[in-house]
Nanobody, 119 residues
Framework: QVQLVESGGGLVQPGGSLRLSCAAS????????MGWYRQAPGKQRELVAT???????NYADSVKGRFTISRDNAKNTVHLEMNSLKPEDTAVYYC?????????????WGQGTQVTVSS
């Protein structure tokens, strides 16, 4: 059974920091690209950051320079370090794992963790 379990969300003041973690089980973690997406109320889910199996990263323009994605293949975990948080970063953050093989594309999602940036 595949599980992606997010943690680390919460309430933080503007300018503050949070570190999200996503623990994966039931997959060969090193074979999956990992990502963080977010969905604010009334808005579509959007990409925040991704990291490939080789460690290459990609960020949404809105978070470049503030957020850092990293992965630990030994611990089957992906992190999202979020600094200089803004109220517009408020959203449910979802962990994503995806893999493309000759068999096709496989995508998994976590349940999400709430991040609220407010004074």
């Amino acid at each position: 059974q595949v599980q992606l379990v997010e943690s680390g969300g919460g309430l933080v003041q503007p300018g503050g920091s949070l570190r999200l973690s996503c623990a994966a089980s039931g997959i060969i973690f090193s074979r999956f690209a990992m990502g963080w997406y977010r969905q604010a109320p009334g808005k579509q889910r959007e990409l925040v950051a991704t990291i490939t199996t080789g460690g290459s990263t990609n960020y949404a323009d809105s978070v470049k320079g503030r957020f850092t994605i990293s992965r630990d293949n030994a611990k089957n975990t992906v992190h999202l370090e979020m600094n200089s948080l803004k109220p517009e970063d408020t959203a449910v953050y979802y962990c994503n794992a995806n893999s493309i093989t000759l068999m096709g594309r496989t995508v998994y999602w976590g349940q999400g963790t709430q991040v609220t940036v407010s004074s």
